[in-house]
């Protein structure tokens, strides 16, 4: 019913993928989206977030920025950090999903999106034939108020949890602990 919403993977965060298994299981490139994925909605870049970026590239993946915002956001996002990037994406839309892989020079296989929205970063990579990731968005505080596109994606991920047919599709990609 709502599985073209369903993420193949539900993490905690981009930091607790495990992305050495990801590469074993040949994925070359990955789609982050910025808000809430990678920092709090419209912050810089964290030296965390940096130093996460030259690790996973050193490994030999390849790195592409997609955002609903602008060009000016997404530069100053990048500023310390060299991936290339899609400003106003229009996401869900499939074409920047899609350019972003031409961009990557990888196939559909190959390639993963990594997000936190259902409605944008996971149903755009859904429909376009793409493996994604969702992670939690990331929150401020407990106290801070959530929208009703959020109430709606909890509704939804309700259902996901309930269905393990669609959990867990590459194999559990969340890093052990302690590893």
Do not use: C, W
């Amino acid at each position: 019913m709502f599985e073209i919403f369903y993420p193949y993977e539900y993490v905690e965060s981009v930091f607790s993928i495990d992305y050495k298994k990801l590469i074993k299981l040949g994925y070359k490139g990955l789609i982050f989206d910025i808000d809430n994925t990678l920092v709090h909605h419209g912050e810089d870049s964290t030296r965390e977030v940096d130093e996460l970026f030259k690790e996973i590239q050193n490994m030999g993946l390849k790195t592409v920025i997609l955002s609903n915002n602008s060009e000016r956001r997404v530069k100053k996002f990048l500023e310390n950090i060299d991936s290339l990037y899609i400003f106003d994406a229009q996401k869900p839309k499939k074409i920047n999903y899609l350019k972003s892989i031409d961009m990557l020079e990888l196939n559909k296989n190959e390639v993963v999106v990594v997000g936190d929205q259902i409605f944008t970063d996971i149903f755009g990579a859904n429909r376009s034939g793409i493996s994604s990731i969702l992670v939690k968005y990331l929150r401020k505080s407990e106290s801070e108020k959530i929208g009703k596109k959020r109430r709606v994606e909890k509704f939804i991920l309700n259902f996901y949890k309930k269905n393990k047919k669609y959990q867990n599709r590459m194999g559990n990609i969340q890093k052990k602990e302690g590893v």
